[in-house]
């Protein structure tokens, strides 16, 4: 949902536009991909060194590596920029933006969202470039994308899949963001691994598995949400928005 309300609701992607997209190994690049080549988009991907092959096979049209190359100094400029890191200010984001352009973050640590909405609207009026913050709306778009992903045109790519008494694993994995597309938790059942060195998509892994604390859904799945000691959450605190809520 955080690609598709961040492209479809905020930035209102359409045909013929540049979109980059940082952070774009994990899972909200590779189905933001996936849904900016629906509408004729041509997609630049950020990330480590070690995700760059990925990131080329399921479809970015161009890749940075961000260890060797600081995409806000290139000098090229987007229509739209959806962050999924923001580790940077918001002036170096506005002037990597072509005019009109707008800029989407999902998410990170507080200051840096706080200087987001300081600025954002000076920004916009001096440069007529937008800077946003994605307030998630639960399920919104959800129908959408269960079509899509029935129909086979949008196929989530698995990292890997890991039983409930490995979420520590899981959750430390994600931090250190070594994941190639999602994460995934199995509730019931035995492990079913997925070879991290070739990541690929696996189409049986239904998106009406879902389950939030409130706006219950006919598809959403019954299972209960199981809460963890604190010393699961290995996280500083910049992924502190990300740390599951404590009972």
Request: net charge positive; with cysteine.
């Amino acid at each position: 949902m955080l690609a598709q309300q961040s492209l479809r609701d905020i930035a209102h992607v359409t045909a013929g536009q540049t979109l980059l997209i940082n952070g774009a190994g994990g899972g909200v690049g590779t189905l933001g991909i996936q849904l900016a080549k629906r509408h004729g988009i041509e997609v630049t991907g950020v990330d480590s060194t070690e995700k760059l092959d990925f990131l080329l096979s399921v479809g970015f049209d161009h890749v940075i590596d961000y260890s060797r190359e600081d995409f806000t100094k290139t000098g090229l400029g987007y229509d739209v920029i959806l962050d999924v890191k923001t580790t940077r200010s918001p002036f170096a984001y506005a002037r990597t933006l072509k005019p009109h352009g707008t800029y989407v973050t999902v998410g990170s640590s507080m200051p840096r969202l706080v200087h987001c909405l300081m600025f954002g609207r000076w920004i916009a009026k001096t440069s007529n470039r937008h800077i946003r913050i994605l307030g998630l709306k639960l399920n919104k778009g959800l129908d959408g994308m269960i079509q899509l992903s029935e129909a086979g045109k949008v196929v989530p790519s698995i990292d890997d899949i890991y039983p409930l008494s490995e979420v520590p694993q899981a959750i430390r994995r994600f931090g250190e963001a070594h994941h190639k597309g999602k994460i995934v938790i199995a509730i019931r059942g035995p492990r079913s691994r997925v070879d991290r060195g070739a990541p690929r998509a696996v189409g049986s892994i239904p998106l009406r598995a879902v389950s939030t604390r409130s706006r219950r859904t006919p598809w959403q799945c019954r299972a209960p949400v199981a809460s963890f000691p604190r010393e699961f959450y290995g996280f500083s605190q910049e992924h502190t928005l990300c740390r599951p809520r404590l009972r």
